[in-house]
């Protein structure tokens, strides 16, 4: 707008100043009556709104002194009409969820049925600022618009200087409940600390009243103890759960409704093993209640024979292996560490595949139960990358024979600067490990093979074994008479394989193997210090830090240690990083296919035998049992 248009704005606004209004020319028309939560002039249609907190005693007293005084407060006004008085009991005012009566209401309002809200304070109504004002200005943008009154501010949504002071009450209300979340975790850390840790109301169990800590009670401790046997005779979840159901087996709640995730409730409860582990879930936000579980986000406390239990501990960490392999499909089986004692393979670990149940630590002690103090250094096979090429062999002592070499200054080169193409390699990615083709023929074809694991020295070994070895796998299948390569499943045990090696899950890892034989014995031996390593191109812009680009092929990128850009390898006459054979050892000691033994640490997992678990199953099951062994 220029000049000139804005002075004409001025010149018309100045004239209408000296316009003369009158009855004939002028109408002036009033606004609406604003409604007042007080003005006894205007029809209302009231709703009451109570909330209490907890469901104890004390609490549903508060409840029903609310209830009857806002009866009679409605009454005393002759213009309401009292729509009805919307409870919630025992429900945080933190969220929306459960407020069974609050939504109701509000529906209601939705519906035009409502006009005017009642309720003792801003606390009661909601402890969130976002659904606090939310709910309020949603309320207050209807048509008729619906006020609240919060009694205890004398505070009147429609009123429109309430925004800011409702906007502090709300934020107030907020922060007590914060404090008192935080007070709360405050006492529960207390509790815990001082031996004291809560006692929900679990199947099998009573409270003691003057202990505190759970009794058992003879009633149900039998269908508890009947679950966990089913699934350690073969049962799975769904299948307890449908005989229970057939049995007329009471639930915690007392009902006969049973399902897979009740069943799985029970078999994971620590404490029908007598021990207490508290804080398993914890509430992130205070607003929001959600739980989460706890992996490590909050500090737990573990009771160990806080109770009588009704199933041993080892039935019961049986039964967590089990539940943990479930997902691989291994249920069932229950393996032991097996470690070689002596030989060729001394301090190596059988490997189930397709096994969870055992820990990192539990393999390289097993490994490490086999040697004595002075040759743990022996065993460690494992070379730093950043050592090659940094030894000098001036002080090596060898002794040259006529027509030999002397290999001092020279270096052996590592086989990842080499084309692995028709090499015995074996291959690690995404939860699966294959074989090359070079591999199953030293093997005459034999498609069953036995994988074992020396966690410090980072070795893998592959022998040959039978269809009956319960740790066997297929690595081989036939196609036209020829046995090729299989991808042998190991998500179970991939995770635990790249925690000892100390790889990352993600990369896919190559490594060379060399075959031993002794007479018809024979086995490959796979060093994992520095394997060859492949990296998703896209992983790798511009390159990284530690890694240098050597061959780039497809979605891979083939690459090695920076530290190798400056070396061909070792040293010659080093044998640092070489499986240690050693020179006295004769070769009917090398006992390439020596079993492994049972490894000992005092935590071997005593179960309750076969035939006893029948036993039990028989005596609860009935005549059930008799007719499922018919079908």
């Known amino acids: 707008m220029n000049y000139t248009q804005k002075q004409k704005v001025r010149d018309r606004v100045s004239q209408g100043y000296n316009v003369e209004l009158n009855d004939e020319n002028y109408e002036y028309i009033p606004a609406k009556k604003k409604a007042d939560y007080y003005d006894n002039d205007v029809p209302q249609r009231v709703a009451i709104y109570v909330r209490v907190s907890t469901d104890d005693v004390s609490q549903t007293t508060s409840y029903e002194l609310q209830r009857k ?35 109701r209401m509000i529906a209601d309002c939705r519906a035009g049925k409502i006009d005017l809200i009642i309720t003792k304070s801003v606390s009661r109504f909601a402890r969130n600022v976002m659904h606090c004002i939310g709910t309020v200005q949603e309320l207050r943008n209807m048509y008729p618009p619906v006020g609240v009154f919060f009694q205890s501010e004398a505070i009147f949504s429609l009123n429109d200087e309430s925004q800011i002071s409702l906007t502090f009450q709300a934020t107030i209300a907020q922060e007590e409940s914060h404090l008192k979340s935080r007070s709360m975790e405050t006492s529960l850390g207390m509790r815990l600390n001082h031996g004291l840790p809560l006692t929900p109301h679990l199947l099998g169990y009573r409270k003691d009243a003057e202990s505190g800590k759970l009794r058992i009670c003879e009633e149900e401790a039998p269908t508890a103890k009947l679950a966990f046997y089913m699934y350690l005779y073969g049962y799975s979840t769904q299948e307890i759960a449908d005989t229970f159901i057939k049995l007329g087996k009471k639930s915690r709640l007392g009902n006969c409704k049973w399902t897979s995730g009740g069943i799985l409730q029970i078999l994971r409860s620590e404490r029908y093993c007598g021990d207490v582990k508290t804080r398993k879930t914890f509430t992130p936000d205070y607003l929001t209640h959600k739980s989460r579980k706890n992996r490590g986000e909050r500090a737990q406390s573990r009771y160990l024979n806080w109770h009588e239990p009704i199933v041993s501990r080892d039935d019961f960490l049986a039964v967590q292996r089990m539940i943990d392999n479930a997902k691989y499909g291994n249920k069932t089986i229950l393996p032991t560490l097996q470690v070689i004692a002596e030989g060729l393979l001394k301090g190596f670990v059988t490997v189930n595949p397709r096994w969870a149940g055992f820990t990192p630590e539990e393999f390289f002690c097993a490994s490490e139960s086999v040697y004595l103090p002075d040759e743990e250094a022996e065993c460690d096979g494992e070379q730093n990358v950043e050592d090659i090429d940094s030894t000098d062999d001036s002080d090596i002592q060898i002794t040259i024979e006529a027509g030999d070499f002397d290999m001092r200054g020279f270096h052996v080169v590592p086989g990842d600067y080499f084309d692995s193409f028709r090499s015995a390699c074996a291959v690690f990615s995404d939860n699966k490990i294959q074989f090359s083709t070079e591999c199953i023929r030293k093997f005459d074809k034999n498609p069953y093979v036995e994988l074992l694991i020396h966690p410090k020295g980072k070795w ?30 190991a998500a179970a045990f991939y995770n635990t394989l790249c925690s000892i090696l100390d790889w990352n899950p993600t990369v896919k890892y190559r490594m060379q193997g060399t075959l031993i034989r002794n007479g018809d014995e024979q086995v490959y031996i796979f060093s994992a210090s520095n394997p060859e390593t492949f990296l998703k191109a896209y992983l790798v812009p511009g390159g990284a830090d530690n890694v240098k680009p050597l061959i780039i092929s497809g979605k891979y990128v083939r690459v090695i240690p920076a530290q190798w850009a400056e070396s061909f390898g070792r040293l010659y006459y080093d ?39 029948e036993a039990y199953i028989k005596q609860e099951l009935g005549a059930l049992w008799y007719n499922e062994e018919e079908v």
């Open 69 to 103: 005084y806002y009866e009679d407060f409605v009454a005393h006004h002759p213009c309401w009409t009292l729509v009805g008085i919307y409870p919630d009991e025992g429900i945080s005012g933190t969220s929306l969820k459960h407020r069974d009566g609050f939504n």
């Open 575 to 613: 044998k640092s990083g070489d499986l240690p054979i050693s020179s006295e050892l004769s070769r009917e000691n090398w006992m390439i296919r020596m079993e492994g033994q049972q490894y000992e640490t005092g935590k071997r997992l005593c179960v309750t035998p076969y035939e006893e678990l």
């Open 460 to 489: 893998l070994a592959v022998r040959p074994t039978t269809k009956e070895n319960r740790n066997g796998i297929v690595w081989s299948r036939l196609v036209t008479g020829e046995a090729c390569p299989k991808h042998i499943s």
